[in-house]
């Protein structure tokens, strides 16, 4: 069937020849003169482009010239025009919304804004769901299904990185406009400096930040813990203000980088959890919708859509995380696949039990919605992970950490900063934590309570599930009869 419309077609449709013989639609031939064999030869021969369409026309709508013509672009940009690329990203993040049951219209979701463009576009994403929600609420008579809230969190890292102070004004009043300009419903912002996961009081916030990073010789280990102190700050700000999911824009170009940082730095092991759609070990999940989408099509993106980013922490070069990140990106130019196929052959390692969102019986949503959660969502009695964690960077430990981490001595039962390391995964351990013992006991009373705390929670559930471990044979299963 031919497409009518004029351009921007998204559904799939194209108008060919065949269409037109089956209508009986036949241009009548015009003999061409001498003067226009040559332009009408030329004309047969169209310049073929870097997708193999020799037609030079959008792959999906066929009617519309791509983005980039040129014999060199080998990406979206050669195969799509503007309308079908924007829709195609879009799809993408979508599909893994939907099919992953990320956000239900009861949910209210958190999305961490860095103001690059992988946050930029997730934000953009997010809201255009919310609003279509909001006009299919308006739209319908009885208003069964209500519209999920959003809310925007910027951490603010200057302190770490020596930010001048007139450049993090500036940039948290850009921040401050982007949100705002966004449609209803409104979205609150929250600004929270990193400092203040330490102490209310600013001063003492930050001296306790900079001893707490002076404390780490490594310069990756410095920016990991920056990062994992950064996670908390989030689940901080959710937790307080009755977020129930964190939306992250790690793209498949991060992940792709993260993968071989986690293989460099030793955590196999872990890796299967960070890496998937969703991550539920947190006590607000985290979801990463854009997992599918590459870093060259949101920066596209946002060129095409105007949507302004902004760069106010520039972290240092010279650690692992950065010289991987600029080593993934070179393999892309040379290989525009490599970064997806990095992630999918990581993707095929077994998840962990929590990387599915945890089911919650809600009388308020829809019997229709619920049904279709649990199809994806994690049953109740398997929320229960045997897994035990690492307290600084929060991965699941292997069986020799684990096993390492009860191996301490009866005299050394009293020192809390030598349990606390012993029960750290063996990366935080070469990276983050001193060698010393007294410079480990003063990185231990620099850490920020909520860490601690959760450090001392982790601790005893994972003595519990040794003692499970140990007794398991002992144990009856659901199955099984009592008597």
């Known amino acids: 069937m031919a497409c009518t419309s004029g351009s921007g077609c998204q559904s799939n449709c194209y108008k060919n020849e065949e269409d037109d013989h089956e209508r009986g639609v036949v241009p009548p031939p015009t003999p061409p003169t001498n003067t226009t064999k040559s332009a009408a030869a030329a004309a047969a021969q169209p310049n073929p482009i870097a997708n193999g369409n020799h037609h030079g026309l959008c792959l999906?709508?066929?009617?519309?010239r791509p983005i980039s013509s040129e014999s060199s672009a080998s990406g979206d940009d050669a195969r799509f025009c503007g309308d079908c690329f924007?829709?195609?990203?879009?799809?993408?993040?979508?599909?893994?919304?939907?099919?992953?049951?990320?956000?239900?219209?009861?949910?209210?979701?958190?999305?961490?804004?860095?103001?690059?463009?992988?946050?930029r576009v997730a934000l953009q994403f997010v809201h255009e769901l919310q609003y279509k929600a909001q006009q299919n609420f308006d739209a319908s008579r009885d208003r069964s299904l209500p519209v999920f809230g959003v809310g925007v969190a910027f951490i603010d890292e200057s302190v770490a990185w020596s930010v001048p102070s007139y450049e993090v004004i500036e940039g948290i009043e850009e921040i401050g406009q982007i949100v705002s300009s966004l449609a209803p419903p409104t979205k609150e912002l929250f600004v929270f400096p990193i400092e203040s996961l330490f102490s209310s009081e600013s001063t003492d916030g930050k001296d306790q930040l900079s001893k707490l990073l002076d404390g780490v010789t490594d310069t990756t280990g410095k920016e990991d813990l920056l990062i994992h102190l950064r996670m908390?700050?989030?689940?901080?700000?959710?937790?307080?203000?009755?977020y129930n999911r964190l939306v992250l824009g790690s793209c498949t170009s991060r992940i792709a980088s993260h993968v071989l940082t986690a293989t460099v730095k030793g955590k196999g092991y872990s890796l299967p959890a960070d890496i998937q759609y969703v991550d539920a070990?947190?006590?607000v999940p985290v979801v990463?919708?854009?997992?599918?989408?590459?870093?060259?099509?949101?920066?596209?993106?946002?060129d095409l859509d105007g949507l302004k980013t902004i760069e106010l922490i520039r972290s240092p070069c010279s650690g692992i995380n950065s010289l991987v990140s600029s080593f993934v990106k070179l393999l892309q130019e040379e290989n525009p696949s490599r970064q997806s196929t990095i992630v999918r052959t990581a993707g095929k390692l077994t998840p962990f039990d929590f990387?599915?969102?945890?089911?919650?019986?809600d009388t308020n949503v829809p019997l229709a919605t619920r049904r279709r959660q649990k199809r994806y969502n994690l049953k109740p009695n398997e929320s229960i992970s045997s897994?035990?964690?690492?307290?600084?960077?929060?991965?699941?430990?292997?069986?020799?950490e684990l096993l390492s981490s009860t191996d301490v001595g009866v005299g050394d039962s009293h020192k809390n900063s030598h349990l606390f390391s012993v029960e750290c995964c063996s990366s935080c351990q070469f990276q983050i934590l001193p060698k010393d013992p007294i410079s480990k006991d003063n990185f231990y009373m620099l850490l920020p309570q909520p860490l601690v705390s959760k450090a001392k929670h982790s601790s005893k559930l994972g003595?519990?599930?040794?003692?499970?471990?140990?007794?398991?044979?002992?144990?009856?299963?659901?199955?099984?009869?009592?008597t």
Do not use: H, Y
Not at 294 to 299: F, K, R, T, Y
Not at 387 to 400: A, D, G, R, T, V
Not at 464 to 474: K, Y
């Open 60 to 64: 999906k709508c066929k009617a519309n």
């Open 86 to 119: 924007r829709s195609n990203l879009f799809g993408k993040f979508r599909l893994a919304v939907t099919s992953n049951a990320m956000i239900s219209p009861t949910d209210k979701v958190l999305v961490a804004f860095s103001g690059g463009p992988s946050s």
């Open 232 to 242: 908390l700050c989030l689940q901080k700000i959710a937790a307080e203000n009755g």
């Open 281 to 283: 070990r947190w006590n």
């Open 288 to 302: 990463l919708p854009l997992r599918d989408c590459l870093l060259d099509e949101l920066n596209m993106l946002c």
């Open 355 to 361: 990387n599915r969102i945890p089911e919650i019986i």
């Open 387 to 400: 897994e035990s964690f690492c307290p600084i960077c929060n991965s699941p430990l292997s069986k020799s």
């Open 463 to 482: 003595n519990l599930s040794i003692l499970r471990e140990q007794i398991q044979d002992c144990l009856l299963s659901d199955s099984e009869d009592e």
